[in-house]
């Protein structure tokens, strides 16, 4: 089991990648840079490139619909080339509101684009002349859609490596069962150990059994807080009002990925009850409703012996990378976590 952490996107970033050599030292074997409405990924996985020597650099997630899948493709292979072939490339289709909202593009047909960005991608890293006839993409453009005059191109440089692997950010059934079939990685959100065969077992059966045994077994990333002693218990409360962003402002009323899965968790009424309030701008009161067992589960906070319990639980989960966010006032504090985790974890 590997251990990751994900970059902050807000404040301090160049700080906490100055301190990313302690944590590889530490034994930190991957780390994740997210890209919302925000600072874009890319320009930030570079810096992090350039000042780490064995980590993998990973995006957590690019969206589908920002960039054209050649362009995915194109950067992923130029961020592993500056990693020396350290680079994973995670995508996801985030959500109507931010891709319509901000990047004015219609919210169409994930799965499907998924599916043909993964095959896209993988032709350009073979250095194919690409040629893709698709539902969704089709390359070169037809002559009846523009000039006529797009040509069949294979990518300049020869990349470091001719399969970058991809992760895939999934939580629906049929985004998971996609991610399982075609993906080298799976990630989900608010991963309850426990309950992960009852939510997701089905999905992972079918696409595991369609899968090409080439593609290795699926990694599953998990991100979890992380805290050890006998007096962090109540470190979980801090995670209140992230998830009630997510379960109740993430998406509208019956169109929000992250409130459909509280409820696949057996959390229906707490689930709308959340969305009520965060629709309504009472958010305190939304994040006073998430369930104190939803915060202990998804995460790893108190006492190591708890703490080794719960890795253990994630391990019979399939979880192969715990993706921590070490809670310390301290960065020696957070690096000492991470070795312990990286101990507990062996």
């Not at 810096?47 to 690019?62: D, F, N, P, V, W």
């Not at 990047?103 to 994930?110: D, M, R």
């Amino acid at each position: 089991m590997r251990i990751g952490m994900t970059l902050n996107y807000t404040g301090g970033f160049k700080q906490t990648v100055a301190e990313l050599a302690d944590f590889e030292k530490a034994g930190l074997e991957i780390v994740f840079v997210a890209e919302l409405y925000s600072f874009d990924a890319v320009s930030q996985l570079g810096y992090i490139a350039a000042k780490t020597e064995r980590m993998q650099i990973a995006s957590g997630i690019l969206p589908i619909y920002s960039r054209t899948p050649a362009l995915l493709a194109m950067t992923a292979a130029g961020l592993d080339y500056v990693s020396d072939g350290r680079f994973v490339l995670g995508i996801g289709a985030s959500g109507p509101q931010v891709i319509e909202g901000f990047h004015g593009v219609p919210y169409t047909a994930p799965l499907g684009r998924t599916r043909e960005v993964v095959e896209i991608c993988r032709k350009v890293w073979r250095r194919e002349r690409l040629v893709h006839e698709g539902r969704y993409y089709t390359l070169p453009l037809p002559p009846d859609q523009g000039t006529g005059l797009g040509k069949p191109l294979k990518l300049i440089n020869h990349p470091v490596r001719d399969r970058i692997p991809i992760f895939i950010a999934a939580i629906g059934p049929k985004n998971v069962e996609l991610a399982a079939e075609i993906a080298e990685g799976w990630i989900p959100i608010f991963f309850v150990p426990e309950k992960s065969r009852e939510v997701w077992g089905d999905a992972l059966a079918a696409g595991r059994a369609r899968r090409d045994p080439a593609l290795g077994e699926l990694d599953i990333v998990v991100q979890a807080m992380l805290a050890i002693g006998d007096d962090v218990g109540d470190m979980v409360e801090l995670a209140r009002p992230m998830l009630a962003l997510y379960i109740g402002g993430m998406g509208a009323k019956g169109r929000n990925f992250y409130n459909d899965l509280a409820r696949r968790y057996g959390y229906e009424k707490e689930a709308e009850r959340i969305q009520d309030l965060y629709l309504a701008g009472r958010k305190d009161e939304a994040a006073a409703l998430v369930p104190r067992e939803l915060l202990e589960l998804t995460s790893l906070v108190g006492p190591e012996g708890l703490v080794r319990e719960r890795i253990a639980a994630m391990r019979e989960a399939g979880v192969t990378v715990l993706n921590v966010t070490p809670m310390a006032n301290t960065h020696a504090e957070r690096v000492r976590l991470i070795e312990r985790v990286r101990e507990l974890a062996s």
